[in-house]
C-alpha cells in the first residue's frame, strides 16, 4: 500500500525557537517553518518535523543519528559549540570520558537537544 508514499519522521518538543537554534545554529542543520511547525532539512533529502507539545517529555532513546566520518572531530566540534555529550558510568553503554561509546558496534556518543531528546553522531 505504501510501497511508493514517502515518509517522513518527526519528535515533540517543548521550545520550538529554543530547538529552531539549537538545530540552525549550533548543529547547522537547515531549517524553516510554517504552520507553527519546524522543518529540518538533513542531507539525503529527509526533512524531520519538530513540533511544539504542551506538557513535553523528552524521549529516552535516541530520535535522531547523524552519521559523520571522525567521531572523534564531530564530538571535539560540537564540544566547542556548547554541545555537553551524555555519561552513560557504570552502565553497559558506558562511554570514555569524550562520551563516546567504544565497547563494540559502531563508534557513537549521545547529546541532548534543548528539549532532553536524545541525539547521537555516530561514525559511519
Not at 562511554?95 to 541532548?112: C, S
Amino acid at each position: 500500500m505504501f510501497e511508493n508514499t514517502k515518509a517522513f519522521s518527526g519528535f515533540a518538543v517543548d521550545d520550538l525557537e529554543a530547538a529552531k537554534k539549537f538545530y540552525a545554529e549550533t548543529l547547522g542543520v537547515r531549517v524553516s517553518e510554517e504552520n507553527g511547525l519546524l522543518f529540518l532539512h538533513l542531507a539525503g533529502d529527509r526533512d524531520t518535523l519538530v513540533y511544539p507539545k504542551p506538557g513535553h517529555r523528552p524521549a529516552d532513546y535516541t530520535i535522531l543519528n547523524f552519521q559523520v566520518d571522525d567521531i572523534e572531530q564531530a564530538v571535539d566540534d560540537l564540544t566547542a559549540r556548547g554541545v555537553a555529550f551524555e555519561r552513560y558510568a557504570g552502565t553497559e553503554m558506558e562511554t570514555d570520558e569524550k562520551g563516546i561509546f567504544r565497547k563494540g558496534g559502531p563508534l557513537i556518543a549521545w547529546f541532548t537537544d534543548p528539549a532532553g531528546n536524545v541525539l547521537s553522531v555516530i561514525q559511519q
